[in-house]
């Protein structure tokens, strides 16, 4: 089992930036592909980000060009850098660990406003 805790969220004005960070522990963090999904208010959970074991990393359509995501086994960690925010990315974002079980972080908020 691992436990997932997401930093980095706030509040930034349209065109800003930043940097997400999700720190796992419990587990061996380089056997899990590793995710970031958003929550939006009245909207569904939607997959934002992803990147597997390997390093191979796929993108929302909605984010691609603007968001980043990356990993450091090292120190059991994945991040989203997050550019040219709009306020639409307005959301509580999560981290996900998959492997054969899907675990998830309790959200941080980013609100883009200005």
């Known amino acids: 089992q691992v436990q997932l805790v997401e930093s980095g969220g706030g509040l930034v004005q349209p065109g800003g930036s930043l940097r997400l960070s999700c720190a796992a522990s419990?587990?061996?963090?380089?056997?899990?592909?590793m995710g970031w999904y958003r929550q939006a208010p009245g909207k569904q959970r939607e997959w934002v980000a992803g990147?597997?074991?390997?390093?191979?990393?796929s993108y929302a359509a909605s984010v691609k060009g603007r968001f980043t995501i990356s990993r450091d086994n090292a120190k059991n960690t994945v991040y989203l850098q997050m550019d040219s925010l709009k306020p639409e990315d307005t959301a509580v974002y999560y981290c996900?660990?998959?492997?054969?079980?899907?675990?998830w972080g309790q959200g941080t908020q980013v609100t883009v406003s200005s």
């Open positions: 996900n660990a998959h492997q054969l079980s899907s675990y």
């Open positions: 419990g587990s061996i963090f380089s056997i899990y592909a």
């Open positions: 990147i597997t074991i390997d390093g191979n990393i």
